[in-house]
T-cell receptor
Framework: SQKIEQNSEALNIQEGKTATLTCNYTNYSPAYLQWYRQDPGRGPVFLLLIRENEKEKRKERLKVTFDTTLKQSLFHITASQPADSATYLCALNTGGFKTIFGAGTRLFVKA | EPEVTQTPSHQVTQMGQEVILRCVPISNHLYFYWYRQILGQKVEFLVSFYNNEISEKSEIFDDQFSVERPDGSNFTLKIRSTKLEDSAMYFC??????????????FGSGTQLSVL
């Protein structure tokens, strides 16, 4: 079955630095991959989508890369701020009406 | 910005009781979903719904679960006989349409279900 792996350990970084989060997947070749943000007690909020024919996508301070050979996506937040502290989820559509999520990586940005 | 609305925000029930979780998806959306998240765990897919029928469901979504769109605006999840392990945050989500520019899901704030 399809599997998504994200670094389960929390990532602690200093304000102003770049945060890099990793998403690896197996047993699947998705047409696109999504990243969501989830704050405690809240639903996930969509951030970015990248397609299999795109190497990189940017939105403001966010950047996503997609390597279909490595089956990996990297999510970068540049010039990080304490307000960026949250859990970031990687998500794949499995080809039909089902989108599955990774367990997420918690990011803490210290002032 | 339009949003997905879920009620109630918290629901406490006794084991074996039936519960109905309610959602109002974004008005022009066509695809509807339920997910759940047990405390400290990942967001898990339960079911997707399109054109008044289930499109796909997970192994979690057994005979105790059902979904319904009783009118043009509400989307409900029913659990017939709740178990302790059904305790979780349940999220409703909706999506615009099946085209190459609208794959993103819009989530509600969730209903925290506690089964005692």
């Amino acid at each position: 079955s399809q599997k998504i792996e994200q670094n389960s350990e929390a990532l602690n970084i200093q304000e102003g630095k770049t945060a890099t989060l990793t998403c690896n997947y197996t047993n699947y070749s998705p047409a696109y991959l999504q990243w969501y943000r989830q704050d405690p007690g809240r639903g996930p909020v969509f951030l970015l989508l990248i397609r299999e024919n795109e190497k990189e996508k940017r939105k403001e301070r966010l950047k996503v890369t997609f390597d279909t050979t490595l089956k990996q996506s990297l999510f970068h937040i540049t010039a990080s701020q304490p307000a960026d502290s949250a859990t970031y989820l990687c998500a794949l559509n499995t080809g039909g009406f089902k989108t599955i999520f990774g367990a997420g990586t918690r990011l803490f940005v210290k002032a | 910005e339009p949003e997905v609305t879920q009620t109630p925000s918290h629901q406490v029930t006794q084991m074996g009781q039936e519960v109905i979780l309610r959602c109002v998806p974004i008005s022009n959306h066509l695809y509807f979903y339920w997910y759940r998240q047990i405390l400290g765990q990942k967001v898990e897919f339960l079911v997707s719904f399109y054109n008044n029928e289930i499109s796909e469901k997970s192994e979690i979504f057994d005979d105790q679960f059902s979904v319904e769109r009783p009118d043009g605006s509400n989307f409900t999840l029913k659990i017939r006989s709740t178990k302790l392990e059904d305790s979780a945050m349940y999220f409703c989500a909706s999506r615009d349409r099946e085209d190459a520019t609208n794959e993103k899901l819009f989530f509600g704030s969730g209903t925290q279900l506690s089964v005692l």
